[in-house]
């Protein structure tokens, strides 16, 4: 029997993971890997599930990591952007699918055969870029979910984020909605990430860990003229707030599915590996993804599950911090991208 008092584990856990999250979301500059992070925060998380007594409401797990930089001017999202809850092995994801069922019966709402859309995690910086009239309005980080950074002018710089909707919208048929709030991640590619740091070194600049951490550190310039150098490219995972006009139902999108493609004819860039798929298939694509991730041109650090039913994740809803329709399955450790390793052979 262990002898360590849990009191005494929590506080360690909750003051490395606080000082971890301060290195990864604020600095970009992480210490630690990721899945040595993630060991961590299960610990804690499974710490804290079995001493309800020991809660804290400050506790790293209770909140989205990510604050203001200073010298960023801060603004509320509309709508509140979550973390994602994690599943490390199947059985974990067969628990997503059960939690998701057993609410839903309480509720009286019907699950059978769902499905689910399936995309790859990017591994980069989760934004929300706002259009407004079909115009480019801003962008933000997604900071502690409830108010972000504004990076408006820097994303502004991000080659395949479209400025204007509007001749897509024509195109396609589509209304151009007043507001239409698109969320996404910002990441490098492996190319354009040693090319960079090649430029840094040479130029005795920064060299970056890890294409993650060059994205966000590029988005989160205060000068956006330094922004417009890095190479940057936004791929698109979701729809924030929307707003078609008098009272519109816009293009009735009724599915994950529909909204991605509605957000494609729109103009907005995908990422082009997601797709619905039967629960059956969720861990095969999973898997399938794992053995491909090396020949994408981005990093990735598993698999986002969505349920496919707009109606059905309004039913599931959200906990403090992620929410009860999607889960992330991530890879295992081994297969984890070294990121110190990096740091060891270019510092
Ligand atoms: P997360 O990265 O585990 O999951 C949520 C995020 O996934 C969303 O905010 C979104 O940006 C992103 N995402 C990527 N692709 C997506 C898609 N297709 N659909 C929906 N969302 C998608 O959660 P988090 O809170 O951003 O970060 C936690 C993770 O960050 C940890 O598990 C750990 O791996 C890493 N981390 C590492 C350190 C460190 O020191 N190494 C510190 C803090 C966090």
Not at 119 to 132: H, M, R, T, V
Not at 188 to 205: I, V
Not at 215 to 227: E, N, Y
């Amino acid at each position: 029997m262990s002898t360590i008092d849990p009191a005494v584990r929590l506080r360690e856990l909750r003051d490395l993971i606080h000082e971890y999250d301060y290195r990864y979301y604020v600095l970009d500059d992480p210490t630690v890997e990721d899945a040595a992070y993630d060991a961590l925060y299960r610990e804690l998380k499974a710490l804290e599930e079995a001493h309800p007594e020991l809660a804290d409401p400050n506790s790293p797990t209770r909140r989205v990591g990510g604050a203001v930089l200073d010298g960023f001017a801060s603004r509320p999202h509309r709508l509140r952007m979550y973390s994602l809850d994690n599943a490390m092995v199947e059985e974990e994801w067969r628990d997503f699918v059960t939690r998701a069922a057993n609410k839903l019966e309480r509720d009286g709402v019907a699950f059978d055969a769902p499905t689910f859309w399936v995309d790859p995690k990017f591994d980069g910086l989760a934004l929300e870029i706002i259009y407004e009239n079909g115009v480019y309005a801003g962008a933000l980080t997604r900071g502690d979910g409830e108010v972000g950074e504004d990076v408006t002018e820097n994303v502004r710089t991000v080659r395949n984020v479209p400025l204007d909707l509007r001749p897509h919208a024509a195109r396609a048929g589509l209304p151009v909605p007043r507001l239409l709030e698109v969320r996404g991640e910002v990441v490098m590619t492996r190319q354009d990430f040693y090319e960079l740091n090649e430029r840094q070194r040479e130029q005795g600049g920064k060299v970056f860990a890890n294409p993650r951490n060059a994205a966000a550190g590029s988005v989160r310039q205060l000068d956006s003229r330094i922004s417009a150098t890095r190479p940057l490219t936004f791929f698109t995972y979701a729809v924030g707030s929307q707003d078609w006009g008098d009272g519109l139902a816009g293009p009735g999108w009724a599915t994950h599915g529909a909204v991605m493609a509605g957000l494609k004819a729109l103009g907005l860039p995908l990422a082009g590996q997601g797709k619905v798929v039967a629960a059956d298939e969720v861990y095969p694509y999973f898997e399938a993804m794992g053995r491909q991730r090396q020949e994408l041109p981005f990093e990735i650090d598993g698999v986002v599950v969505k349920v496919d039913s707009l109606a059905l994740q309004e039913a599931l809803g959200f906990t403090d911090r992620a929410p009860r329709f999607a889960v992330a399955l991530k890879f295992p450790a081994h297969e984890a991208e070294t990121v110190l390793k990096h740091i060891d052979v270019q510092v």
